[in-house]
């Protein structure tokens, strides 16, 4: 799967609601709406400037939505499927953030998304609704676009 708009990548988002899957993590099974917007809002508390960086803690959950079980796998293909639409960066940040090189040159970012991936679960931070971010991942979204032919 490849997602091609913002639109198809909110429904994703708005679908992690009611699933509770721990996908490696330790400790009680959370909801994976909620982590996904306590990830992303604890991102835009670190790091306020960079957008990338909070949209790929926002959508690092879709791949335990759609390969529930799937452990080693799920970061990978979560990243296949936003690259298309939120680009490079946003894609190896979401691939890396469970298992990354050390000398990758992203990877004090991911330590970050690890951060925050982590520090979500006991946060009990006002996290917001997934609304709030549609403009963000619009944004992101629009740095990545592929170039329409004109005419
Ligand atoms: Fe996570």
Redesign the pocket.
Known sequence: MELRSVEELMDLLHACRGSRNT?G?GGAPVDLHD?ALQ?AALLRRSRPADKELQVAGLV??IGQLLRPGDVAGHADHAADTVRPLLGERVSRLVRL?RDGWEDDPVMEDVQTLRQA?EA?WASGLDAGVLEDWRTVLELVAARHARPRTVG
């Open positions: 996908a993590h982590h990830t690092h959950v953030h991936d979500s």
